[in-house]
């Protein structure tokens, strides 16, 4: 016999993040039959909704239509009872962030950002203050050239690099606890590095994003923010090579390539966060509901962007000591993005990867089980 272990204080706790609207379910699964990314073997969110009243966590966290759902809120926008079944998968996996969180304080940290957001947002940026402080001093050149006069590109490296091997130890050790989960649901067959390059080629072009309904623009608003996060990447690592591989001086010629591909993406950036912060505005019905979990991420994301497109501009228009305290500030909010990655909305690209090639697989070892169920259909008793 299975052994069903409700937690009560689990669904206290996805209903302070925005799952309120859930005890309105009653179950008439209508969110299931105009889901269009549903499939019709594993339809969602109609389980996770009743999963979710009981305050079956451990039924949850095991589940990959928890990820496989990208709140495109056709199932809000229809809900007969106004049960808002978009915004309950949110919440759930808000939580699931926080469960599989390694070390699980940062993951609890992130997941109550409408109050330690000061902490979060503060202290990455009290660090580089007082780093600056007892080392070069924060006094800035009386003639800006380049933000290096004010903050050697030595601790830059040190900062974030450090910052990366953190980031990348949390990543793997939350990834490897939810893929190994999931297989506790349903066997998997096939190739890991095979079934993820399909999967990340529909990240690429959020295809799956398309087939949504009542919140389609968000598709693209998450589009522009990814492509110009990768390219912010992207150009960091190259102006590491031009520094020091290829000897360029500093700062790089607004015409030069590698600078053209950072202007680009901070315009992807501007772009990304313009058309998702549109979108929130909007009909809430539509957008869905926001917590502080999902406020204190894109908040950051634009205090990223937007300071950082201040700081470019500042090196020519703004006096240097306002200049340079932006370039502070952009370092701490930067510095604030790498360090909750593993545990803000930035998670949502680990776990939805996973679930998606879990997916794949696990229909891939479905197969054979209904090809033999096919030629050899079960006899029929005889009266």
């Known amino acids: 016999m299975a052994t069903v272990t409700p937690s009560a204080e689990f669904r206290r706790a996805l209903e302070r993040h925005g799952g309120a609207s859930l005890g309105r379910c009653y179950q008439c699964a209508t969110c299931s039959s105009v889901c269009k990314l549903a499939s019709p073997e594993a339809p969602f969110p109609r389980r996770q909704m009743l999963w979710a009243q009981w305050g079956l966590v451990e039924e949850l966290e095991r589940d990959p239509s928890v990820w496989l759902c990208h709140q495109c809120n056709d199932c809000t926008v229809r809900c007969p009872r106004d049960a808002k079944p978009g915004d309950v998968m949110q919440a759930a996996r808000s939580l699931m962030v926080e469960r599989m969180a390694t070390p699980r304080f940062m993951g609890t940290l992130v997941n109550r950002a409408a109050v330690t957001w000061p902490i979060l947002l503060g202290l990455p940026i009290l660090f580089w203050a007082l780093l600056l402080n007892y080392t070069v001093g924060l006094n800035a050149p009386g003639d800006l050239h380049a933000y290096e006069q004010f903050v050697p590109h030595r601790f830059i490296y040190g900062v974030y690099f450090a910052a990366t091997a953190f980031i990348l130890f ?25 079934n993820l390059m399909p999967v990340l080629g529909e990240i690429a072009t959020h295809k799956r994003f398309g087939k949504c309904g009542a919140a389609s623009g968000r598709r693209w608003g998450h589009f522009f923010l990814l492509w110009g996060f990768v390219g912010a990447a992207v150009t960091s690592a190259l102006l590491i090579l031009a520094m020091y591989g290829m000897n360029e001086a500093m700062p790089l010629a607004q015409k030069h390539p590698f600078k053209l591909l950072g202007n680009l993406s901070a315009i992807f950036l501007v772009l990304g966060v313009v058309m998702l912060l549109v979108n929130r505005l909007g009909d809430p019905e539509r957008a869905g509901g926001s917590s502080g979990f999902d406020v204190f991420f894109l908040g ?5 962007v937007f ?17 340079c305290w932006l370039y502070l500030i952009h370092l701490g909010s930067v510095l604030c993005l790498f360090l909750t990655f593993p545990y803000s909305k930035f998670a949502h690209l680990i776990y939805r990867t996973l679930a998606m090639v879990h997916e794949r697989m696990a229909q891939a070892a479905a197969q054979p089980a209904a090809e033999k169920s096919r030629r050899d259909p079960v006899p029929q008793e005889s009266d």
């Open 170 to 194: 949390a990543v793997v050790t939350s990834g490897m606890k939810f893929w190994r989960l999931l297989g506790e649901r349903s066997p998997r067959a096939g190739s890991f590095l095979g």
């Open 300 to 304: 950051v994301v634009f205090l990223v």
């Open 307 to 323: 300071s950082g497109v201040f700081v470019e501009v500042g090196r020519y228009l703004f006096d240097p000591g306002l200049a």
